[in-house]
């Protein structure tokens, strides 16, 4: 995919196992990075970045029956993959009509980058110094056991 995709044109996106696909077309509503304590348990990672997609210009591809709700509030439902874990959705009657897809889960450039974060003041404090750690590339000695890992889903 270009640097600068087709404006007309979408992206695919997947799960981990790859059972479950999607496919968004441009153009996208948002790109957020989303701080809220309940993204970061649903996800288990310190923030979620996402994307809107008008409900319009999502569809699913693949995996249907794979893909699970879990009703997190009452105005609220969270989607991910029942075989591979994936949390790839969120959908909301306080956002009607949006789907919000995770940008981790859509490869390349979309047609926006994330812009914002959001519930900043919920961001956790051991994110802070992110930036300042030493970085260690999957060519250092002691990833070594990592990057020999065989994966068994599609790359
Ligand atoms: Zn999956
Ligand atoms: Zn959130």
Do not use: K
């Not at 809220?36 to 210009?57: D, I, P, S």
Request: hydrophobic content about 45%; glycine content about 8%; aromatic content about 10%.
């Amino acid at each position: 995919m270009s640097a600068h995709p087709n404006p007309d044109a979408g992206v695919e996106g997947r799960c981990l196992c790859g059972g479950i696909r999607f496919a968004i077309e441009f153009p996208t509503l948002f790109c957020a990075h989303c701080h809220c304590r309940w993204c970061r348990l649903a996800h288990g990672a310190a923030f979620v970045t996402w994307v809107g997609a008008a409900e319009a210009r999502f569809r699913i591809i693949a995996g249907d029956d794979l893909l699970t709700w879990f009703h997190a509030s009452v105005e609220s439902r969270r989607g991910f993959c029942s075989r591979c874990g994936s949390t790839l959705f969120f959908a909301s009657s306080v956002a009607p009509g949006e789907m919000h897809v995770t940008r981790a889960s859509l490869p390349g450039p979309l047609d926006r980058a994330p812009t914002v974060h959001v519930f900043a003041d919920e961001a956790v404090v051991w994110l802070n110094d992110a930036a300042s750690l030493p970085h260690i590339t999957g060519e250092h000695a002691a990833l070594a056991h990592y990057t020999a890992i065989r994966p068994t889903v599609p790359e």
